[in-house]
């Protein structure tokens, strides 16, 4: 388990630092124009690519069973699953899903001041509904292995570190638009009230 633990702390220590203004900048230097455009679209193939030599660990090291859901709990836990996918389909169409990939980017350079605040649909009642989704998605597996608890541990630890750092650069760039909205909307779960002074 402790080797699933370290290699979730190397993909999020990598991919903190490439979603980092600093790597960004080095990109830009790098390659100018085409940063611009390529950036985001690498860094969600680089994250994709290397996420599943960590998936691969919790599916070949040693492991144990911890439960399997009977039914009728089986399909209800495949039912809130599902829901999390939807959820996802919907939150990516609510933010522009070509722009989150970065494919849009590719054909039009975009700058933060073109991009906007939005807090309609799924961002009503979280600040975070793509996180919300995938920690739903994760937790609610009907089957559950010690790999797959501790792939899951490491995963929430991973999403909400990267949630409190996207906030410090939400903060920064729609100031206090983005404070009222973190005063009346919960940052992961829906209807828990305040949130975390950084």
């Given at each position: 388990p402790w080797i699933i633990l370290f290699a979730?702390?190397?993909?999020?220590?990598?991919?903190?630092?490439?979603?980092s203004n600093q790597a960004k900048a080095l990109a830009r230097r790098w390659f100018d124009e085409a940063a611009e455009r390529g950036y985001r679209l690498?860094?969600?193939?680089?994250?994709?690519?290397?996420?599943?030599?960590?998936?691969?660990?919790?599916?070949?090291l040693p492991d144990r069973w911890l439960y399997l859901l009977p039914a009728p709990w089986l399909w209800a836990a495949l039912a809130v699953q599902g829901l999390a996918l939807a959820a996802l389909v919907v939150g990516l169409?609510?933010?522009?899903?070509w722009s989150f990939l970065g494919i849009e980017q590719?054909?039009?350079?975009?700058?933060?001041?073109?991009?906007?605040l939005v807090v309609r649909g799924l961002y009503r009642w979280v600040r975070h509904p793509l996180y919300t989704a995938g920690?739903?998605?994760?937790?609610?597996?009907?089957?559950?292995?010690?790999?797959?608890?501790?792939?899951?541990?490491?995963?929430?630890?991973?999403?909400v570190i990267g949630a409190l750092f996207e906030e410090r650069k939400l903060l920064r760039e729609f100031g206090e638009a983005y404070a009222e909205y973190q005063r009346r909307t919960p940052m992961l779960i829906p209807g828990l009230r305040g949130r975390l002074k950084y």
């Open positions: 979730i702390f190397i993909y999020g220590a990598i991919h903190s630092w490439l979603s690498a860094y969600n193939l680089f994250a994709g690519i290397t996420l599943l030599p960590v998936l691969a660990l919790a599916a070949l169409r609510q933010t522009g899903a590719l054909f039009h350079s975009q700058s933060n001041s073109n991009s906007k920690l739903a998605f994760i937790w609610f597996s009907p089957l559950m292995t010690m790999n797959l608890l501790v792939l899951n541990v490491g995963l929430t630890i991973y999403i």
